[in-house]
C-alpha cells in the first residue's frame, strides 16, 4: 500500500477531529472552567433547586449562534430532557452537578471583558429560565401518566 494515501488520510483525520474539537461539535468540546467565584455563587444559588430536581447536567448554547437562532437546551435527571430555547449569546455552558458531594462544575468560555456581576446576572437568568422550561416540560409529561 502507498504510504503517501495512508499519510494524507491520517492527516485529513487528525484535521477533521482538530477542527471539530474546535468548533464544539460532538463529544469534541473544547471546556474551560468559570472563576472560583462564579462556581460558588452559582453553586450556593442553584444546588438547592437542582437537588431538589435530581439534575445531574444542564448543557446549553452553541458557539457561534446568530442571536435569532434557537440553540439546544439539554437537562439531565432521571430521564434526558432535550428542547430549543432562545439564544442566551452565552456560547456553550456546562453546568456538572455531583448530587453527593454537593458541588457544581461550571464550563463556560467567559468573556475577557465581561466583569464577574454581569457574567453571574446572565448566566443565572438563563439558568432560571431553563429550569422554568424543565418544570413545564415534566409537568405536561406526568398529566399523561
Known amino acids: 500500500m502507498n504510504k503517501t494515501v495512508i499519510f494524507v488520510s491520517l492527516f485529513c483525520i487528525s484535521f477533521t477531529c482538530w477542527w471539530a474539537w474546535r468548533l464544539d461539535a ?3 468540546i473544547y471546556r474551560h472552567t468559570v472563576p472560583e467565584k462564579l462556581t460558588q455563587k452559582v453553586t ?40 430549543l430555547i432562545s439564544n442566551p449569546s452565552t456560547g456553550p455552558v456546562l453546568l456538572n452537578v455531583d ?35 424543565y418544570d413545564q416540560i415534566i409537568k405536561v409529561q406526568n398529566t399523561y401518566q
Request: charged share 25%.
Open 26 to 28: 460532538g463529544p469534541f
Open 44 to 83: 450556593e444559588t442553584f444546588l438547592p433547586y437542582l437537588k431538589g430536581r435530581s439534575i445531574e447536567k444542564i448543557q446549553f448554547g452553541k458557539k457561534n449562534a446568530h442571536v435569532s437562532q434557537k440553540v439546544p437546551a439539554i437537562v439531565e435527571s432521571e430521564a434526558v430532557e432535550e428542547w
Open 99 to 133: 448530587l453527593d458531594d454537593g458541588e457544581i462544575s461550571i464550563y463556560w468560555d467567559v468573556p475577557e471583558d465581561m466583569p464577574f456581576d454581569q457574567s453571574f446576572s446572565m448566566l443565572s437568568q438563563t439558568l432560571w429560565d431553563i429550569l422554568v422550561q
